[in-house]
T-cell receptor, first 110, second 115 residues
């Protein structure tokens, strides 16, 4: 199961675009990249998942370069309510056993 | 609310007592997963169950911890003779089938405090 490395914390301001990069140098051919969001005192919530290139949904975009050794979660025009911890997970089989790091604590300021 | 339901949300126990945490998966989901989270840390997998079967308990301590998912009723994570180190948030997640890719749906968690 690939390990990931993310910044421990990030600050930004309302209305800005926020990019959180995750390194996963040992990603395997079959591995997918998944991001979750967790608010204080709540369970994690799925944001987005991708394998290569770019994936976009109503919440975020996920950019994955050709070598797949990193990925970037992009949150457009953040608001105060986007303050949360964001987790990058990498894996394929036994997805429930993915290793959760400490995530990136994103703080959005007014 | 058709989401994953966990109760109690908060539980306080004294050392040596038993803690029982319950999880009702999303409607139509028959796969349940339990995780533990300490403050400022990520989730750690404990156990994966299907109805009446434990599929993978490799993350669950062999002593004092047990889990079940009966044919009827919620999944239960049971911690016997709790110690202070058991204080944590315990999250349950569910899925409709085997989860290789795709999302896990999490409950709000049960926060256990051991005095």
């Amino acid at each position: 199961l690939a390990k990931t490395t993310q910044p421990i914390s990030m600050d930004s301001y309302e209305g800005q675009e926020v990019n959180i990069t995750c390194s996963h140098n040992n990603i395997a051919t079959n591995d997918y990249i998944t991001w979750y969001q967790q608010f204080p005192s709540q369970g994690p919530r799925f944001i987005i998942q991708g394998y290569k290139t770019k994936v976009t949904n109503e919440v975020a975009s996920l950019f994955i370069p050709a070598d797949r050794k990193s990925s970037t979660l992009s949150l457009p025009r953040v608001s105060l309510s986007d303050t949360a911890v964001y987790y990058c997970l990498v894996g394929a089989d036994s997805n429930y056993q993915l290793i959760w790091g400490a995530g990136t604590k994103l703080i959005i300021k007014p | 609310n058709a989401g994953v339901m966990q109760n109690p949300r908060h539980l306080v126990r004294r050392r040596g007592q038993e803690a029982r945490l319950r999880c009702s998966p999303m409607k139509g989901h028959s796969h349940v997963y339990w995780y533990r989270q300490l403050p400022e840390e990520g989730l750690k997998f404990m156990v994966y169950l299907q109805k009446e079967n434990i599929i993978d308990e490799s993350g669950m301590p062999k002593e004092r911890f047990s889990a079940e998912f009966p044919k009827e009723g919620p999944s239960i994570l049971r911690i016997q003779q709790v110690v202070r180190g058991d204080s944590a948030a315990y999250f349950c997640a569910s899925s409709a089938g085997e989860i290789n890719t795709g999302e896990l749906f999490f409950g709000e968690g049960s926060r256990l405090t051991v005095l």
